[in-house]
C-alpha cells in the first residue's frame, strides 16, 4: 500500500527555518517525480515546489531563492528546507508523488504537516 507521511512541521519566528521529510513507502520512489504542495485557511492548494526523477527542481516565485527542494533516494525520502521564512508561509504542507504516466493515472498525497509562521 503505498503511503507518503511528512513531518518536521512546527511553530517558527519570522525569518527562522524549517525542514520538512516525507517518507515515502509502497513505491518505486526513485523513479517517481515528487512535490511539496501547501494550502492555507481560506485558500486554494498550491504547488511550492517539484523535483523529477532526474533531480531536475522547479519552485514556486513566492519561495524562489528560500526553499529548497531535494530527495535521497536511498532512504525514499523527499525534504523541503525552509529558510527565511514569511508569516505568509503559514499553511499546511503536503507530499505529493506523481508516478510516470505510464505506470498510473494519478498522484498520492502524504496526510500534511502544519508549518506556522508568527512572532
Do not use: H
Not at 535521497?72 to 505568509?88: G, I, V
Not at 505510464?102 to 498522484?107: G, M, Q, T, V
Amino acid at each position: 500500500q503505498v503511503q507518503l507521511v511528512e513531518s518536521g512541521g512546527g511553530l517558527v519566528q519570522p525569518g527562522g527555518s524549517l525542514s520538512l521529510s516525507c517518507a515515502a513507502s509502497g513505491i518505486i520512489f526513485k523513479i517517481m517525480a515528487m512535490g511539496w504542495y501547501r494550502q492555507a485557511p481560506g485558500k486554494e492548494r498550491e504547488l511550492v515546489a517539484t523535483i523529477t526523477s532526474g533531480g531536475s527542481t522547479n519552485y514556486a516565485d513566492s519561495v524562489k531563492g528560500r526553499f529548497t527542494i531535494s530527495r535521497d533516494n536511498a532512504k525514499n525520502t523527499m525534504y523541503l528546507q525552509m529558510n527565511s521564512l514569511k508569516p505568509e508561509d503559514s499553511a499546511v504542507y503536503y507530499c505529493n508523488a506523481d508516478p510516470p504516466t505510464n505506470l498510473a493515472p494519478y498522484d498520492y498525497w502524504g496526510q500534511g504537516t502544519q508549518v506556522t509562521v508568527s512572532s
